[in-house]
């Protein structure tokens, strides 16, 4: 394969016809020019649930569907096209469209190690980027994409979806406002019952599927019949476990909640515990964070089904006059009696951050994730697994997110790659 440079791909390629996605009913039609074009990078899992809404929004135009998955590309654009109006490309490789100047945005639904090299190409290419969580691969990758986006004045939205849901803006409205007083410890726990992944068996990749293109930049390695579609979560070399999955989003929630930034130290516990199989990453996992005159802690398995809430996650923020629990059903603030100071409904909604992304491509609105923030979230989960990894409590530079006098532990700071395939800083 050529080194990952969009020059290196179709000089020129046909821009797909642009149309308007059918208009929610409540919404007035979008005027043409708010118009905004984009192409979804991959779609067998996140990309196709995306899909569904983008496809609801005013005023967005699917012109590209990309996935080296062949039976993936065909459920993406099953999604696409469902609205009726819609007319995407199918494409293997995500790059031909960022050579078409008609795009606008590209959505990154890819694993977690081409998130950081799909962003930045596309932002060298003048397109804004609406990447999934985690934010990146590595700690250096999201400083890098960071970089990137300021160098290419470009919009990154990282997909931590709570940071636009009504029911979460709300509740954190009203911490900053004191209902609770100051602020000290916030927690949050997230279960699942996965199966076992089991012992994978070295074949040739399936016809269907451009298993090079899917490694991409990470070190390659032969294909093994247990990593494709999803438990690629579960390898260091493609993933970042149970905490950089769905750990992430309310990691990000509890940063938002106590108004922190950089940790001074790390600690994590966690184990391989459940099941003989081919899992690298812990399935059992408490991680504690300490910032100055607060403490956070999240806590998960990927074994064990959630007890107490049909959605597996909860979330606690503690302060001096009473405690705030919240998760996608809604919120209750509580003082120290327990009597109940104020609490709401909501729902586990993604049409809203979406909706945001697209404001401020139009110069409506500000980004309610940009990437900044979700790399220092990301981070948190970056440094959970680092300790985790090297079985030590790291020390923190507060100031700047990294690891202090530790050269294991900052080993782990980036990863190696294939050569020509990750872009050059």
């Known amino acids: 394969m050529t080194p990952l440079t969009r020059r290196t791909f179709l000089a020129t390629t046909t821009a797909a016809a ?6 929610r009913a409540s919404r007035a039609a979008a005027a043409a020019s708010d118009a905004v074009t984009i192409a979804i990078m ?43 109006n819609q007319s995407p490309k199918a494409i293997k490789d995500f790059r031909h469209a960022l050579d078409d100047k008609s795009v606008d945005a590209l959505f990154c639904c890819a694993p977690n190690h081409w998130h950081a090299p799909a962003t930045i190409l596309a932002c060298a290419a003048g397109k804004h980027v609406y990447s999934e969580k985690p934010c990146s691969h590595t700690p250096a990758e999201g400083e890098r994409m960071i970089a990137a986006a300021s160098e290419s004045k470009r919009n990154v939205q990282i997909g931590l979806q709570r940071r636009s849901n009504p029911h979460y803006v ?3 409205a009203k911490l900053r406002d004191g209902l609770i007083g100051k602020l000290l410890y916030a927690s949050s726990t997230y279960n699942n019952n996965r199966p076992s992944i089991g012992h994978g068996k070295q074949t040739d990749p399936p016809e269907w599927l451009d298993y090079d293109l899917w490694q991409g930049p990470a070190i390659a390695e032969p294909y093994r019949d247990n990593i494709i579609p999803y438990t690629w979560h579960n390898f260091w070399r493609w993933g970042n476990g149970e905490l950089g999955n769905n750990g992430v989003h309310t ?9 922190v930034e950089y940790p001074t130290r790390v600690t994590c516990v966690g184990s391989k515990l459940r099941y003989d199989d081919d899992q ?19 806590d998960g398995n990927s074994w064990s089904p959630p007890v107490t809430n049909d959605g597996g996650i909860a979330i606690e923020v503690r302060g001096e006059g009473g405690t705030l629990t919240i998760d996608d059903s809604g919120y209750k603030f509580y003082d120290l009696k327990r009597k109940v100071l104020a609490e709401n409904k909501g729902h586990r909604s993604q ?16 980004l309610n994730c940009p990437v900044e923030e979700g790399h220092k979230s990301t981070l948190l989960a970056h440094l959970g697994n680092i300790a985790y990894r090297t079985g030590q409590t790291l020390e923190i530079d507060a100031k700047t997110g990294h690891i202090k006098n530790n050269p294991a532990a900052e080993a782990l700071w980036t990863c190696e790659y294939r050569d020509g395939w990750f872009p050059k800083a």
Not at 18 to 23: C, E, F, I, M, N
Not at 45 to 73: F, M
Not at 251 to 259: E, S, Y
Not at 355 to 365: P, Q, Y
Request: aromatic share 8%; hydrophobic share 45%.
């Open 18 to 23: 642009a149309s308007l996605v059918t208009h």
């Open 170 to 172: 709300e509740a954190i």
């Open 351 to 366: 049409i809203e951050h979406l909706a945001n992304f697209f404001d401020t491509i139009r110069g409506k609105a500000k």
């Open 42 to 84: 991959g779609v067998n899992n996140r990309g196709s649930q995306l899909a569904t809404d983008l496809i609801k929004l005013p005023g967005v135009n699917i012109a590209y569907i990309a996935d080296c998955d062949e039976h993936a590309l065909a459920k993406g654009m099953k999604v696409a096209t469902s609205a009726g």
């Open 251 to 259: 990691i990000d929630v509890t940063r938002w909640a106590l108004d």
């Open 280 to 298: 690298q990453t812990p399935d059992t996992c408490t991680v504690i964070w300490e910032f100055p005159g607060r403490g956070m802690s999240w």
